[in-house]
């Protein structure tokens, strides 16, 4: 049933982005709210930015929201607690009273700043969100009729309206859900490729023109996709940011410069040379920038990082190697690789023994073990002294939970059962993959600590893994997670 009215909301959706009986009506709403503000100039400009959240560098809309969503919804809910009967206080119906009011104020904000979006938006964006406007307008209006009615003592009335009004919300705020998390409208747009992490000549510097935007391409070699740049030579000096605008994938080397600015030739945002950030809306994200020089004739460029970046770079690569000096064993990826090769051995084992034999469910504990222990050996120690040379960390911690979901689920289940059969052959699967990733690149990726730095680190996996098997206390708690796993 869930499914069904999933699949009906969807429908609706289609054809409300399909209805191009909206774009006159559209069209002509967005014509009679920009001619006030080409009229004043820049003070409407001014205005403009503050609602779209150009300063604030994220959009302003959907943090206003919030009041209304929640102010209605607190009192949505004490109405619905007094009409059954739970709820007698009068204070209660003072409260809701105020929510109400105090959500009409936040929704005035919000249509606000939803409209100065809006006017940026075409085709079936536009047409969803002239939709979701009216919804949401609807519950304002059908918000401010159960204030007036509970004024006028008809408390009944106005607490049927402002319930009206709450679907209406509802219905407006899943719309504005699906332009966010569907359309896109009012993400970063922008390529964020760390490419290229060492300087790379792009361009001979006599091929650019004064004020005239010029694309130039990199090859980010993870996401094997090609990734614009915007040149521009500007006063003499030559500027760079990212070709893609970060408010709706506009492509910039197409714009022009205006006042020292560059010109999104969609929506007319404007992002500073020196620093990549929007002066003028509807945009709010700074551009990726790239530092230039010139050498030999070439323009060469090199990625400027954003602020929390850890991005592998061979100056921070040469730092991870760090000082040495600690007792030497095999290397880190050896030990790492040899664990895998059981993993894959048990797997195996368990999947060749028939069904009903009880050790099956003792060989399955077993490997629980060892997967915690895996886990436990790569998280404490393998992957924070890597994560300076390999940028395969955080996905690495993913797969491991994911693991760890796979594995409750398939310890629940009866190892002489189909399902259970099944779920091994997806744990399988997903252990494999995680094990092969490594392997093939994390493993690759750490050979930049150097020889001496993996045969220390190796050495403190092979401790570390027989701390893990031979402690009683440890090997008592992970029997109890199975245990509580296992539902026993």
Known sequence: MARSRRRGAEALIGRIEAAEALDPPGHAIGY?????????????????????????????????????IGSWTLAFGLDLLAVLGLVRDRRAAEVADTALRAGALGAVGAAATGIADWQHTDGRDRRLGMVHGLANGTALGLNLVSLVLRGRGRRGAGRLASALAFGCMAAGG???????????????????????????????????AEDRPRRVEVT??????????????????????????????????????????LVCPWHGSRYCLETGRP?????????????????????????EQAPGDAVVTAARAARAAGPQGGPLGRRAEEVLIEHHTLLRRMFAQILA???ED???????????EELEIHEYIEDSLFYPAVQPVSEDVAVAH???????????????????????????RALQAAVDHHAGSEERSMFLEAQRLGETRLREIGHALEALLEQSRTSRARHAFRLLKIRLLEGA
């Open 220 to 261: 980010d070699a993870d996401t094997r996709q090609a990734i614009g740049i915007a040149l521009v030579l500007h006063g003499g000096r030559v500027h760079a940011m990212g070709a893609r605008c970060s408010h709706a994938g506009g492509p910039l080397d197409q714009g022009w410069v205006l006042e020292g600015r």
């Open 174 to 208: 899943y719309l504005g859900g699906h332009l966010v998390y569907r359309r896109r409208i009012g993400v970063d747009h922008a390529d964020r490729s760390p490419e290229p992490r060492e300087w790379q000549a792009v361009l001979p510097l006599a091929e650019l």
């Open 32 to 68: 009679a709210l920009a001619r006030p503000a080409q009229i004043a100039g820049r003070p409407a400009k001014r205005l403009g930015n503050a609602l779209h959240g150009t300063g604030y560098g994220h959009p302003v809309h959907p943090m206003l929201v919030t009041l209304p």
């Open 398 to 424: 993913a797969e491991h939970r994911l693991l760890a979901d796979l594995l409750a689920m398939t310890l629940k289940l009866n190892t002489a059962s189909p399902a259970f059969e099944e779920h091994l």
């Open 358 to 368: 009880p050790e099956r469910r003792d060989l399955m504990r077993t490997l629980a």
């Open 353 to 355: 023994m028939p069904r």
């Open 279 to 303: 002066t003028d809306g509807p945009a709010t994200t700074p551009q990726p920038r790239y530092a230039v020089r010139i050498q030999d004739g070439m323009v060469e460029l090199r990625r």
